[in-house]
Each structure stands twice: as structure tokens, then as C-alpha cells.
């Protein structure tokens, strides 16, 4: 605004330029007038010179406190008049969802009790409006709006509009002759939008993962041997209804590169270069890269690491012959002193103990440097799942051949507070609970309890290991347990408690081999149920009637084994042994198989056993890579009255072939046999899910069918189970979330029930048909009292699984589809878990 300034003013001046006798501020409230007459270049015996005046003007407005200024003369007054700018109430933001005002404050520099002016407000609309950019939505509006309240106040309103998020509707590459606009596509970041692609939010446009698609365009050349390659031009278009971009990419291939000669020279003296030579990643004739370039500078930095060369510089001298399109390359190992460890300084540990970190390094200060030992170190640290990231630097020590180790680690929760449910159709609702603290007071301490509560079975664990016993590197522990198995659907013949505790000790027997081993005391108790025991007693007896009735060669054996009375027929009185005219348990338990007998009782178990361990994976929780293999054995018989061999061995294989891809393929197996005597129930095998998704837990294996509504699973004393799994990734945005996801298929089998009766005559097929008519009045042609699943045939089953970082804790569900079954197996096509960590 210029002042204005009265006709005959300004001629006055220009005639005299009068002396400013008196300086008056008319208009201000809040400023004082004195604060008013600071910012003007004039003062008080100055003349009215209009240069100054037009700067004060200038000054007045550049404060911001002000919406209008007037500068006037009369009588030797300077008159100022001003409008001051209205104080911010309060900011308002009006129809954001995608962004919550904390966000949106941020972006804001105006604050209540400031002074409001429009060009702050266009400020404050433009930082926003970047933020709705940086997320996708270009097609955001914001409009202010001001209130106006008493005492030259007002609220300050932003009205917003979000829109939806500006997708990539299509990319497109010009001058790509060598590959396919699909091949360049699946190179960038950026990903074009569609229907289905509902867990990603790569298909959002984003500036910066345009400038990041170029170079990824061009690393993807230089790797593919086209050297000259450069992206031309990058264009990104918005449609006018602001909703997509198109983006346009044009290339400049250049033509095809191969290597020429490789050369290293190796510039410490007690090292030869031909030593460097085995590390080379390219000959002479391979196609260029430049990955392999930066991946051989790497391995030839790790080779010197491993010689106590720490700050060793690789420089790589590129030679290009474009004519015969050959790139001759000479490695330059720079010389450079054998380095010692002067020292090994922690941080970011707040709740684990420098010396849990420092028992896992390979190297310890004074020690001669070796890369290969840096990097175990920080595998194992790694390993210990501690540490949500862990990364060890090498820098410069107080000499040339000293080099500290700065280990940097970034805790995370190591309590877990797990919740399992379920539903099953043979133990109805399944409960689990366990609570763990796997580094207790930071001392790396392992300490847990655990729960599983269902309709057939209770169950309460406390577990503590003690890593590094007594300062050495040996793991002790202890556990104590309690175990009652109530009569269920697939087990209706007994009830069984167990108590006890084992006692645990292990020890390395080298970097990745480990030998363990253990004690356990059990007592277990196991008692027939009497309403089964009636039935099996009423179902058998009336068996040997009939088969004496229609078996003649059978019958004159069967009755001289059961016909006490000898009165030519079986029934209930022949087993009265004492003629009191009742049957006790004892009697009524004639007819049952010996297997059945011998397991009823009370016992002890007294068992030592052993584990042997190899193991190489990156992380014992969530690996990716890595092999791990065990062989265990415990033998029940040192004391007690129970005597058996149980032999079991598992395995596990992880490898990440591309990025966010973790492919699984593992089993295991087992074998149990008696010594001198049967395998008890307690002691069998029982397998099913969650070890082998698609079934029940203990949904499969030998089966007997007393009665023609009714399986029991009697277990086995040998077992096998195969799994196969990809972890695959569902986009960025489903990352963010904590969600995974993977497919798989599981097989195995439960075989050698030692059980005693004739195996089922009958199909599956058979059998569902005749349960699914349901008609008593119609008999079953075959014999149900028989075994049934006591094969090593395999079962099979197919799934997807889905993890998810909750904010009430990990969630996983698993759907499996049963492929291959055997008669009597249960199936189970949901199972899921949910829990938390603390």
C-alpha cells in the first residue's frame, strides 16, 4: 500500500519540508504506541522526507501485526494510523480422516494467541497440502475460513477435503528394445494400480519413489551389461480429475558390455595378490555388472578382515574400451596395518546387561581382528531375539593397527503373554495361556508358565533355563509339570495324571554343534473309566457269544477260556470269579486286550536322556535363513517300573531366494519301543494339529472301533512328519500392519499302535456311508471291533496361513484343506491363535 498523503501536503512539503514536531499513533490496542514509533525510520525534528516515510510504511507492514497503516501530516504532526491484525483464537480442523490433527498440527506454524495473517494461513495451507502429497492424495483440497469474534479475535477453520488416493493408473517405457515394459516393471518400486492390489500402497504416486524407480531402472541395466545405459526423461502426468498419474519413462539402452581383463594388486607386502584372485566374482568374457563389481569389492574386504586387515580399501579401476564394448577392471588393495581389538563399547542396551552381550562376541578386546568372528557375533546377538536390530561398527582406535568395536542394539520386548482358543470337534473349546520372560531382569534368563485347558485335557508347566550356569557356557534348568487327561471322544477308555519335573543341562560343543542333556521324574497315575469299561464288557461278552454260536472251529476254545459255569454258553456270570454274584473292575477288565491292562495302574518313570543339536539359523523365532538338525534319545529305566526307548530326530531348512520370499522345508520323526514290555498309552505318540495342519490334535493314527458310533485314537510308537512352507510378502502396506502370510502342505503318518485285534475289513467310503444312513435297524456287515490308520501311508494336507501384528498381540490362522486321510482320522480346517507381548 503507498501512503496517502494530502494534494496540498505533499506541495507543502515539496516547498518546505516541515519539521515533524509531534509523532501520534491513532488505532492501536494491543501494541503500545511507543512499540508503534519504533518501527518507523523517522523521529521526532526529522523532516518529512517521503523516502523515509514509504521505508516506515514498509517496516509497519513487515511486522504482521498489522492489516492496514496510514501515514498522514498535520501541523507538524505525523499521524500514524493503524489497523491491527485480529489474535488467533483457536485452529479447527474440519473433514480430515486420513491424517488426525496431531499430523496436521505439525505442519501448522500459526498458533492460538499469535497474530493471524493471511500470508501465514497460505503458508500453512501449502505445508499441509505437501503432507496430503507425500501420502498419495493430490487431490486434496484445503480451504481456510476465519470466524470473527469479539475483542479482534478469531477462529481459525481449515476445511478439508481429502479425496481419494492418487493412484499409478499405467507405466510406460520408451526406447526399450532389450526388455519388456512388463520385465521394467517388475524392477521398479512403483507399481501400477488394480483391483486386487488391496494390502500394497506402491500403486500410490510418490515423487520420491519416482527419483528411486530411475536409479533402480538403471542399476537393473548396468547389471544386465548395458553400461551406457541413462534414463533420458521421466514424465508424470495427473489426469485432470486429479484421481491418477500416468508416468512415461524414456531410455537410452546403449549397447552390450563384457568383461575384459580382471586384475588385483594387493599393496600389503605380506599379502599376494593371488590369494585376493580366489575371491573374484567375474572372468574374463562374463557379461558386465555392476553388482559384481560391488559384491567382489565386499568379498575381497571381508578376505582382508579375515587376514586382521580391518580398514583395508578396495579401489576398483575401471578401463573402457567402447569399440570392442570390453570393460577391463583392476582391483587395488590399498595397504594397510594388521588391526587389534583395542576395545568393544555397548550402547542402546537400557534393560540387558553389557555382559549378556559381551558372552556372545566371538572376539574379545586385545584379540586380533577377524571379520568372520565380527559377523557371528552379531549373528549371535541376533539370535538371542533381544534386540529388535543390532549392528556392529568398526572404527578408528587411539593407533593405526587399534580398532574399537561400537556395538549398537536396539532392545524390544522380550515378555510374552499368549491367549490361545479353539474349537475342535473331539475336545470341544480349547483354552491356552503362558506367560514367558526369555530375558529376566536383562540377565538373559529364560523363566515360564504355561496353561492348555479343554475338554479332555489339563495341563500347567513352569519352566526356567539359566543360560551361562555358574559363568561358563552351560545351560541349566528345571521344570515342573502336571498333566491330567480326562476321557474324551477319541479316548473314552481312561483317565491319566502325570507330575513331575526334569532337570536340564547343556553345553556347546562348538560354534553350531550343542549337546544337551536331561532327568525326568514322572508319577503317573491311570485309571479305567467305569462306563466304558461296562460297555467294552457288555459289547465283548455278547461278541463271544455270537461267534461261538456261528464259528464252530472257534467255539470249543473260546469255552474253555470263558465258560466258568460250563453251562455251554458266555455270558456275565462266567466272569464272577469269586461267586460273590458281582462283577468288580478287576473281573470286567478280563476281556480287554493286555496292551489295556498293563497300562492301568499307578508307576513311576524315571528317564535320562540326550540331545545332540546343529543349528545355523539367523533368528530362533522368525528365521530366514539357516539349517538347523537334532537328534534326541531317552531312555525310561534307570529306577522305576516302567522301561522303554524313545528315539526321535527333527530338521529344518530356511533360504530367502529373493527378498521378502522365505521358503521352509523340515520334518521330523519318531520311535518308541518297549523294553521287555508293551508301550504304554502315556508314553505313545500322538500327532495331528497343530504339528500337522488339516487334522485334530491327535486326529490321526491307529484308531479302534469298539462300537459303530465310536473311535478311540490307542497312539503309536513310530511317526513321521514332513512340512513345506513359502513365506511370501503382501506389499508394502500390509508390512506396515505386521502382516505375512504363507503356503504350505504337511505330511505324515502315526503307525505301530501294538494293538491287539484284526485290522478293519472296511473302506472309508464304507464306513461314512453306513454312519450317514443311521439306521440301527440295519447291521454293519463288517466286524467294528477292529484297528483301523495303524499304516505308514501318508496323510496329506494343503493351506494358507496368515500372521498378524495385532494391536492386542500376534494373531495366526491357518486353513487346511485334507488331501489324503485314512479311516478314523479327524480332520480340523480352522485353527487360529492370538496373544500379546510385553
Not at 107 to 120: I, S
Not at 134 to 156: H, M, T, W, Y
Not at 335 to 348: L, M, Q, S
Not at 393 to 420: F, H, I, W, Y
Request: hydrophobic share 35%; net charge negative; charged share 25%.
Amino acid at each position: 500500500m503507498t501512503p496517502r498523503v494530502l494534494a496540498q501536503d505533499a506541495a507543502q512539503i515539496a516547498q518546505q519540508v516541515p519539521v515533524i514536531r509531534q509523532i501520534s499513533v491513532i488505532g492501536s490496542e494491543r501494541v503500545e504506541a511507543e512499540t508503534v514509533a519504533s518501527y518507523l525510520t523517522v523521529k521526532t525534528g526529522d523532516r518529512f522526507e517521503a523516502g523515509k516515510l514509504d521505508e516506515s510504511l514498509k517496516n509497519l507492514f513487515a511486522t504482521g501485526l498489522f492489516s492496514d497503516v496510514e501515514l498522514s501530516q498535520q501541523n507538524g504532526v505525523l499521524i500514524v494510523r493503524v489497523v491491527e491484525n485480529p489474535i488467533i483464537n483457536r485452529i479447527v480442523f474440519e473433514g480430515n480422516k486420513r491424517l488426525d490433527n496431531d499430523k496436521l498440527i505439525e505442519e501448522v506454524r500459526l498458533r492460538p494467541r499469535m497474530v493471524f495473517t493471511r500470508a501465514k494461513v497460505r503458508s500453512d495451507v501449502q505445508r499441509m497440502m505437501e503432507l496430503y502429497r507425500r501420502s498419495g492424495r493430490f487431490a486434496a483440497i484445503i480451504e481456510p475460513k476465519v470466524v470473527q469474534l469479539d475483542q479482534n479475535r478469531v477462529d481459525l477453520i481449515f476445511e478439508v477435503q481429502e479425496g481419494p488416493k492418487t493412484k499409478v493408473s499405467r507405466v510406460n517405457f520408451i526406447g526399450n528394445h532389450k526388455y519388456s515394459d512388463g520385465d521394467l516393471r517388475d524392477v521398479m518400486a512403483t507399481k501400477e494400480a488394480r483391483w486386487w492390489k488391496i494390502f500394497t500402497s506402491n500403486d500410490t504416486f510418490d515423487p520420491d519413489r519416482l527419483a528411486y524407480d530411475q536409479q533402480q531402472l538403471r542399476q537393473h541395466y548396468l547389471n544386465e551389461g548395458y553400461a551406457d545405459f541413462r534414463v533420458a526423461s521421466a514424465v508424470s502426468e495427473l489426469t485432470p480429475d486429479r484421481e491418477d498419474f500416468f508416468i512415461t519413462f524414456t531410455l537410452e539402452e546403449g549397447e552390450l558390455y563384457h568383461f575384459g581383463k580382471i586384475n588385483v594388486v594387493s599393496e600389503i607386502r605380506d599379502v599376494d595378490a593371488r590369494l585376493f584372485e580366489a575371491f573374484l566374482l567375474m572372468r574374463e568374457g562374463d557379461i558386465y555388472s555392476a553388482k559384481r563389481i560391488e559384491d567382489t569389492i565386499e568379498a575381497l574386504t571381508n578376505a582382508a578382515g579375515l587376514l586382521g586387515y580391518a580398514f583395508v580399501d578396495i579401489q576398483p579401476q575401471v578401463d573402457r574400451d567402447r569399440e570392442g564394448r570390453i570393460i577391463n577392471i583392476t582391483f587395488t588393495v590399498k595397504d594397510a596395518p594388521r588391526v587389534y581389538v583395542e576395545r568393544i563399547n555397548i550402547h542402546g542396551n537400557v534393560r540387558t546387561l553389557d555382559k549378556v552381550i559381551r558372552r556372545e562376541f566371538r572376539l574379545q578386546e586385545g584379540d586380533a581382528f577377524n571379520s568372520a568372528l565380527v559377523t557371528r557375533s552379531e549373528s549371535r546377538l541376533d539370535r538371542l531375539s533381544f534386540f529388535r536390530e543390532v549392528e556392529v561398527e568398526k572404527t578408528q582406535g587411539s593407533e593405526p593397527d587399534r580398532m574399537v568395536l561400537d556395538v549398537k542394539v536396539e532392545e524390544q520386548a522380550t515378555g510374552e503373554l499368549n491367549l490361545g482358543a479353539g474349537f475342535s470337534s473331539l475336545e470341544n473349546f480349547i483354552f491356552d495361556f503362558s506367560i514367558r520372560e526369555r530375558n529376566l531382569a536383562g540377565r538373559g534368563q529364560d523363566l515360564s508358565l504355561g496353561l492348555r485347558l479343554s475338554g479332555y485335557t489339563q495341563q500347567a508347566t513352569l519352566s526356567f533355563t539359566e543360560p551361562y550356569f555358574m559363568g561358563r557356557n552351560v545351560a541349566a534348568g528345571g521344570d515342573l509339570f502336571i498333566t491330567r487327561t480326562e476321557p474324551g471322544i477319541y479316548n473314552t477308555a481312561y483317565s491319566s495324571l502325570s507330575r513331575g519335573f526334569s532337570l536340564r543341562a547343556g553345553m556347546a560343543i562348538s560354534e553350531f554343534w550343542t549337546l544337551s542333556t536331561r532327568y525326568t521324574l514322572r508319577y503317573d497315575t491311570v485309571k479305567p473309566v467305569d462306563s466304558y469299561i461296562q460297555s467294552y464288557f457288555d459289547y465283548s461278552v455278547s461278541s463271544l457269544q455270537t461267534r461261538i454260536e456261528n464259528d464252530d472251529a472257534a467255539a470249543p476254545i473260546l469255552l474253555d477260556r470263558y465258560d466258568l459255569n460250563r453251562d455251554g454258553k458266555i455270558d456275565a456270570t462266567d466272569f464272577d470269579l469269586n461267586g460273590d454274584g458281582a462283577l468288580s473292575q478287576d473281573e470286567q477288565l478280563d476281556v480287554f486286550p493286555q496292551y489295556y491292562r498293563e497300562s492301568f495302574g499307578s508307576y513311576w518313570q524315571s528317564i535320562i536322556g540326550y540331545t545332540v543339536g546343529f543349528d545355523t539359523r539367523n533368528n530362533l523365532i522368525r528365521p530366514t535363513r539357516g539349517h538347523s538338525f537334532y537328534f534326541s534319545q531317552d531312555f525310561a529305566g534307570l529306577g522305576g517300573n516302567v522301561r522303554y526307548l524313545k528315539t526321535r530326530v527333527n530338521f529344518d531348512n530356511y533360504w530367502t531366494p529373493w527378498e521378502g520370499w522365505t521358503f521352509r522345508i523340515g520334518g521330523e520323526s519318531g520311535f518308541v519301543e518297549g523294553i521287555g514290555e508293551n508301550v504304554r498309552f502315556s508314553d505313545k505318540f500322538y500327532i495331528g494339529g497343530p504339528r500337522i495342519r488339516g487334522f485334530d490334535a491327535g486326529g490321526i493314527g491307529p484308531r479302534r472301533f469298539a462300537q459303530a458310533t465310536n473311535t478311540r485314537s490307542e497312539g503309536g510308537t513310530a511317526y513321521y512328519i514332513g512340512r513345506g512352507e513359502l513365506f511370501f510378502p503382501l506389499g508394502d502396506a500390509a508390512l506396515e500392519m505386521g502382516i505375512n502370510a504363507s503356503a504350505f502342505v504337511d505330511v505324515g503318518s502315526l503307525w505301530r499302535g501294538q494293538l491287539d485285534g484284526e485290522k478293519c475289513g472296511f473302506s472309508l467310503k464304507e464306513y461314512n456311508d453306513y454312519i450317514d444312513l443311521g439306521d440301527p435297524d440295519v447291521d454293519f456287515p463288517y466286524n467294528l471291533d477292529c484297528i483301523a490308520g495303524d499304516s505308514p501311508s501318508p496323510r496329506v494336507a494343503v493351506g494358507i496361513g496368515f500372521s498378524w501384528q495385532s494391536p492386542f498381540g500376534p494373531f495366526r490362522i491357518d486353513l487346511a484343506k485334507t488331501l489324503r486321510k485314512q479311516l478314523g482320522d479327524q480332520t480340523q480346517t480352522l485353527q487360529f491363535n492370538v496373544g500379546t507381548t510385553f
